[in-house]
Nanobody, 120 residues
Framework: QVRLVESGGGLVQAGASLRLSCVASGGTFSSYAMGWFRQAPGKERVFVAAIDFTGGVVYDRDSGKGRFTIARDNAKNTVFLQMNRLEPEDTAVYYC?????????????WGQGTQVTVSS
C-alpha cells in the first residue's frame, strides 16, 4: 500500500508562488509515475502534470499554462509542483497521485489533497 501526503498549500495573493510537495511511503517510489491533479470548487478533478520514473514530464495545456513545473526527487520519495504567477483561477484542492502504468494512468493511489487559495 502506497501512502501519499501533500503539503505546501496555503492562501496567497495573485502573482505569488507556491511549491507543493508530496511524500510517498510504502512502495518503491522510483518505479512509478507521479501526477498532480486539482479540483476547483464545484468542478471535477482535472489533470495538471505528471512525471515518469525517468523524469519525463507531461503537462495539461490549460492547467498552469506554462507557469507550473513538476519535478521529483527519488532519493527523498518526493514529487513537487512549483507554481509561479498564481492566479485566482488556480484556487483548488491539489492532489498527488501514483501510477504503476505511467503518466497516462490509471492512477492507483491518491493523497488527501492540499488547499491552494489565490486571492485577487
Amino acid at each position: 500500500q502506497v501512502r501519499l501526503v501533500e503539503s505546501g498549500g496555503g492562501l496567497v495573493q495573485a502573482g505569488a508562488s507556491l511549491r507543493l510537495s508530496c511524500v510517498a511511503s510504502g512502495g518503491t517510489f522510483s518505479s512509478y509515475a507521479m501526477g498532480w491533479f486539482r479540483q476547483a470548487p464545484g468542478k471535477e478533478r482535472v489533470f495538471v502534470a505528471a512525471i515518469d520514473f525517468t523524469g519525463g514530464v507531461v503537462y495539461d495545456r490549460d492547467s498552469g499554462k506554462g507557469r507550473f513545473t513538476i519535478a521529483r526527487d527519488n532519493a527523498k520519495n518526493t514529487v513537487f509542483l512549483q507554481m509561479n504567477r498564481l492566479e485566482p483561477e488556480d484556487t483548488a484542492v491539489y492532489y498527488c497521485a501514483a501510477s504503476f502504468a505511467g503518466t497516462k494512468g490509471p492512477w492507483d493511489y491518491w493523497g488527501q489533497g492540499t488547499q491552494v487559495t489565490v486571492s485577487s
